[in-house]
């Protein structure tokens, strides 16, 4: 079993700061791309921002030059440091990873269980 455990998040005003992070945890032997994805309320799931082992990234549009998606593959966990925060920020941010369990195993993904973020304006 895997689990993706989420830490932070919270209440912060309009300009704020916050950080979020996430640990994976179980029977992995390599994580492929770990990231963040939010739903805010009444809207659709939205990429924020991932990163693979490499360290490649991918920012969603809305969100770049504001937040900032680093890993430590050695603890296998990945933080997302959210700067200028806007209130259209406010959601559920879920982490996301894959990964796999084997050395020839297939890949699969694991989410967190979402963590909320609620910027006031």
């Known amino acids: 079993q895997v689990q993706l455990v989420e830490s932070g998040g919270g209440l912060v005003q309009t300009g704020g700061s916050l950080g979020l992070s996430c640990t994976a945890s179980?029977?992995?032997?390599?994580?492929?791309?770990m990231g963040w994805y939010r739903q805010a309320p009444g809207k659709q799931v939205e990429l924020v921002a991932i990163i693979n082992s490499s360290g490649s990234i991918n920012y969603g549009d809305s969100v770049k030059g504001r937040f900032t998606i680093s890993r430590d593959n050695a603890k296998n966990t990945v933080y997302l440091q959210m700067n200028r925060l806007k209130p259209e920020d406010t959601a559920v941010y879920y982490c996301?990873?894959?990964?796999?369990?084997?050395?020839?195993?297939?890949?699969?993904?694991?989410w967190g269980q979402g963590t909320r973020v609620t910027v006031s304006s």
């Open positions: 996301n990873a894959t990964l796999t369990n084997t050395w020839h195993g297939p890949a699969f993904t694991r």
């Open positions: 179980g029977s992995i032997f390599s994580i492929n791309v």
